[in-house]
């Protein structure tokens, strides 16, 4: 059974930073990419960033320049620095991790106030 364990969510007033992190337990063979979602109240979940085993990230527009994804392959853990917070960050971010299955974890909430 895969476990995905997030950590790092909080409350942030604008301009400020959050790490976020994910754990990934369990029996897991051949991870390809991880990744951050987000969903925010009342919308779709979209790709915040994603990273693959190599190293390559892509990120949406929206973080770029802001976000920072990366992992640690030996822990099975990825890592999201979140700097220069806007409200409009503020949602449920959920961790994603791809390998020969698809695994998710429970979602963590980030609130970024004004």
């Known amino acids: 059974q895969v476990q995905l364990v997030e950590s790092g969510g909080g409350l942030v007033l604008a301009g400020g930073s959050l790490r976020l992190s994910c754990a990934a337990s369990g029996i897991i063979v051949s991870i390809n990419t991880m990744g951050w979602y987000r969903q925010a109240p009342g919308k779709q979940r979209e790709l915040v960033a994603i990273?693959?085993?190599?190293?390559?990230?892509n990120y949406a527009d929206s973080v770029k320049g802001r976000f920072t994804i990366s992992r640690d392959n030996a822990k099975n853990t990825v890592y999201l620095q979140m700097n220069s917070l806007k409200p409009e960050d503020t949602a449920v971010y959920y961790c994603n991790v791809n390998g020969l299955a698809s695994w998710w974890g429970q979602g963590t909430q980030v609130t970024v106030s004004s």
């Open positions: 990273i693959t085993s190599s190293g390559a990230r």
